[in-house]
C-alpha cells in the first residue's frame, strides 16, 4: 500500500508551495508524486488562508492533491 507525505516550501513572503509525496509499497522514501502527464501534484497558497493550507495538507495525506 503507498503511503503519501507532504512537503512545503515558501516561495515569497506571500506564498507556500505544498507538494505530494508518495512512498510507493517497496520502496525505502518519498519522493514528490506526479500525475499521469507528468506534472507534481502540488497546490500554490497564500500563506495566511489557514484553511486553504489545511485543506491541501489534508488532501496530500491523502493522496488526493491535485496540480493547482
Known sequence: MDKYGVRIYPLDEHVILIKQTVK???SLR????????GDHREAHVNIDDDKD????VRAALK??????
Not at 518519498?30 to 502527464?37: G, H, S
Not at 493550507?53 to 491541501?56: E, K, L, S, T, V
Open 30 to 37: 518519498y519522493v514528490v508524486d506526479t500525475l499521469p502527464n
Open 24 to 26: 510507493r509499497s517497496g
Open 53 to 56: 493550507i489545511a485543506n491541501a
Open 63 to 68: 493522496g488526493d492533491l491535485q496540480h493547482t
